[in-house]
């Protein structure tokens, strides 16, 4: 009991001790914790603590473009909207309209007449011109952010193909097409249209045309070209377009031999000249049969006058080789195809050209035949006549010389009484009869009459061309030549048979 009591004591003493050296009074650690905070607060009461939490400033974004570059088309006369659509915008902000360097508006105010500015800060302009095309852009003020919009307006002049804009384009066609080209202007004046095509102007007579509507109808290879339109104001520099036509048709076939002289054992050569578009191909045919390659047949394709060329070679010619053959020609579009005749009778004679000297007719025909001809009969007659004179003209026992050639040249000469006269030859050799060759006109100037006109220039052609009547020249000069029949005087005529 004693010693608890002494150890009590002990204890009681240090811890009287201890509170005295630290100048503390016997407190939990609760209180020390406030003494510690109330230390705190001194401290930052006299500034030499951080300082009190503050709510964080919340800035806004700036304004931005999504699209900082715009193109812009439009037509002479349109209303266009110039669109200024930032992002962020809001009531610091201001925006600015330029051209160029020019100012056009400010804010909601448009300093140019030209112009107006709407509620959204887009700029608006009326009834717009080649002129205005050109670089505007909107400028959002005070970060200095800008959209730049490049505008460009049409022509003075367009042309609609089918109400499509086609100025100064190219277009393709399909031969039977119907199409209508219109020309029209964007100008305060009035203008007259004037159309023209491959550098020949249209006329104007037609009432479509007149109004700057040119209507194709039907189209085939003979509307193809450069069409161009002329808006005339009057000025030094008048608006004016053009459009680019290609048409794509069937082939046109031809030749200048529908009929072929052969000779028996030799070899004959068949053509045909065509044009197509888009490209065509070509082949023979004979009795159904299209021909191919082989030791009787070969075909050569060649250019020949801006014209496609087909050529068939017969070899060792017999009687099982004459008759027709056909050049066919197709492509994409159609087809086409012309006749030829393959036979041991001369081919039809060519006119060659004629002389007048008074009353006086000096003619010359060339005719192809590798037999030798043994006649030739030249039939002729007045305008307006029903009936032909026939006159037989050469022995062809004088003209063996240079038979390899097969071109034989037929000269005559005849005198006829003044009037419009129409002659044709035919020609006979070892085998048989040429055709007619066509119609060649003639005319005798009366010296007391100047009515009777000279032909036409093209009615006179050299080589292997074809001649053929002038309904123009038998009109004028019917009333001269009707009562003149009885008076034709032939003269001992002259009759050479030459080998070219």
Not at 35 to 61: F, K, R
Not at 246 to 262: C, E, F, I, L, M
């Amino acid at each position: 009991m004693r010693a608890a009591t002494w150890m009590f004591l002990i204890c009681l003493l240090i811890g009287q001790f201890n509170s005295d050296l630290c100048g503390a009074s016997p407190v939990d650690g609760a209180n020390e914790y406030q003494d510690d905070d109330y230390d705190y607060n001194d401290e930052d009461d006299a500034g030499t603590g951080s300082p009190p939490l503050v709510a964080e400033e919340v800035l806004s974004a700036p304004p931005y473009f999504e699209q900082p570059d715009i193109v812009l088309k439009a037509k002479p006369g349109d209303d266009v909207i110039l669109n200024c659509d930032a992002r962020n915008f809001d009531i610091s902000n201001v925006a600015m309209w330029y051209r160029q360097s020019t100012v056009l508006s400010n804010g909601l105010t448009a300093v140019s007449n030209r112009v107006e500015v709407l509620r959204n800060n887009s700029l608006r302009l009326a009834s717009v011109t080649p002129e205005d095309g050109d670089d505007y852009y909107c400028v959002i003020l005070p970060q200095n952010v800008r959209q730049h919009t490049a505008l460009t307006v049409g022509a003075r002049l367009s042309i609609l193909c089918d109400d499509r804009d086609v100025t100064d384009r190219s277009q393709t066609f399909k031969q039977g097409d119907h199409h209508r080209l219109v020309c029209q202007t964007f100008l305060p004046t009035s203008t007259a249209i004037k159309w023209s095509f491959n550098g020949q102007r249209l006329s104007t007579s037609a009432e479509d045309t007149a109004n700057g509507v040119v209507v194709l109808d039907n189209v085939d290879e003979e509307n193809a070209g450069v069409y161009q339109c002329l808006g005339d104001d009057g000025s030094a520099d008048p608006p004016h377009g053009m459009v680019s036509v290609d048409v794509q048709y069937s082939p046109k076939v031809s030749t200048h031999r529908h009929h072929v002289n052969a000779e028996e054992g030799g070899s004959a050569e068949i053509y045909c000249d065509y044009r197509a578009n888009p490209i065509a191909i070509s082949f023979f045919i004979k009795d159904g049969k299209t021909l191919s390659l082989s030791d009787k047949y070969s075909i050569k394709n060649s250019l020949h006058k801006q014209h496609n060329r087909t050529t068939l070679r017969v070899k060792d010619v017999d009687e099982g080789d004459l008759g027709e053959y056909l050049c066919h020609v197709e492509n994409a579009i159609g087809s086409n195809e012309v006749r030829v005749q393959l036979s041991y009778a001369p081919e039809t004679p060519q006119f060659e050209n004629s002389t007048v000297e008074g009353n006086k007719v000096t003619m010359h025909w060339l005719v192809r035949s590798m037999q030798p001809l043994s006649e030739a009969v030249l039939d002729y007659k007045l305008s307006k006549s029903i009936r032909w004179s026939t006159v037989s003209m050469i022995k062809t026992q004088h003209h063996n010389s240079g038979k390899e050639s097969g071109v034989w040249k037929i000269t005559h000469e005849i005198e006829l009484t003044p009037g419009l006269w129409h002659v044709r030859v035919k020609t006979k050799n070892t085998k048989g009869w040429s055709n007619f060759a066509p119609n060649h006109d003639i005319i005798i100037q009366d010296p007391e009459d100047a009515s009777v006109e000279s032909p036409p220039e093209d009615l006179v052609r050299a080589g292997f061309g074809i001649g053929g009547g002038s309904d123009e020249a038998e009109k004028k000069n019917a009333a001269s030549t009707i009562g003149l029949m009885s008076g034709l005087m032939l003269s001992a005529g002259s009759i050479a048979l030459l080998r070219l």
